[in-house]
Antibody, heavy 121, light 110 residues
Framework: EVQLVESGGGLVQPGRSLRLSCAVS????????MHWVRQAPGKGLEWVSGINWNSSEMAYADSVKGRFTISRDNAKNSLYLQMNNLGLGDTAFYYC??????????????WGQGSLVTVSS | QSVLTQPPSVSAAPGQKVTISCSGS????????VSWYQQLPGTAPKLLIC???QRPSGIPDRFSGSKSGTSATLGITGLQTGDEADYYC???????????FGTGTKVTVL
């Protein structure tokens, strides 16, 4: 069974940093690209970042470029999102999602349960 | 950043059909595959349609997808109360090298 489990969310003050992790199981992790997608409470889905199977290509939404860094450790079957200089607009559920191919071009076919990041003073 | 436009809501009676449109541009829908996702209340999204019109294993054939030019459409036939959810289209934007999701459509079964 494919499982994606996010962790690392929580309450953080504006301007601070947070690192999300996503532990995966049930599939060969290094055969697939991965993404982070977020959803502010009561709002729609927003693609945040994607990384291909061997970390040679990463992409970011304009809203997070220069502040967020996606990475993966294939040996640990884990995906990460380093979030720096967080702002109120970054408050959201953050979903880890598996791409259907090695290249992070969407679609995604499996999602984690989401990790809530709340930015507030 | 580019976004795909969907109607905020659609509704129909049980057993009827609804269609949800997704409008984009030549840099996204016009040159890439479209996927569709269903998000039931309080849950993570679920892939319904990939590659414009392909249903993953386990998705009933009541759900269908199509694409024409820079627009895509999701159809749901034989509407059931369990279909009440938010639906999103998504694709890749080649010119900006980013993923893009639609604005989302809430389906209500009357």
């Amino acid at each position: 069974e494919v499982q994606l489990v996010e962790s690392g969310g929580g309450l953080v003050q504006p301007g601070r940093s947070l690192r999300l992790s996503c532990a995966v199981s049930g599939f060969t992790f290094d055969d697939y690209a991965m993404h982070w997608v977020r959803q502010a409470p009561g709002k729609g889905l927003e693609w945040v970042s994607g990384i291909n199977w061997n970390s040679s290509e990463m992409a970011y939404a304009d809203s997070v470029k220069g502040r967020f860094t996606i990475s993966r450790d294939n040996a640990k079957n884990s995906l990460y999102l380093q979030m720096n200089n967080l702002g109120l607009g970054d408050t959201a559920f953050y979903y880890c999602a598996k791409d259907v191919s090695r290249w992070a071009l969407l679609p995604v076919d499996c999602w984690g349960q989401g990790s809530l990041v709340t930015v507030s003073s | 950043q580019s976004v795909l436009t969907q109607p905020p809501s659609v509704s129909a009676a049980p057993g009827q059909k609804v269609t949800i449109s997704c409008s984009g541009s030549s840099s996204n829908i016009g040159n890439n595959y479209v996927s569709w996702y269903q998000q039931l209340p309080g849950t993570a999204p679920k892939l319904l349609i990939c590659e414009n019109n392909q249903r993953p294993s386990g998705i009933p054939d009541r759900f269908s997808g199509s694409k024409s030019g820079t627009s895509a459409t999701l159809g749901i036939t034989g509407l059931q109360t369990g279909d009440e959810a938010d639906y999103y289209c998504a694709t890749w934007d080649t010119s900006q090298s980013v993923g893009v999701f639609g604005t989302g459509t809430k389906v209500t079964v009357l």
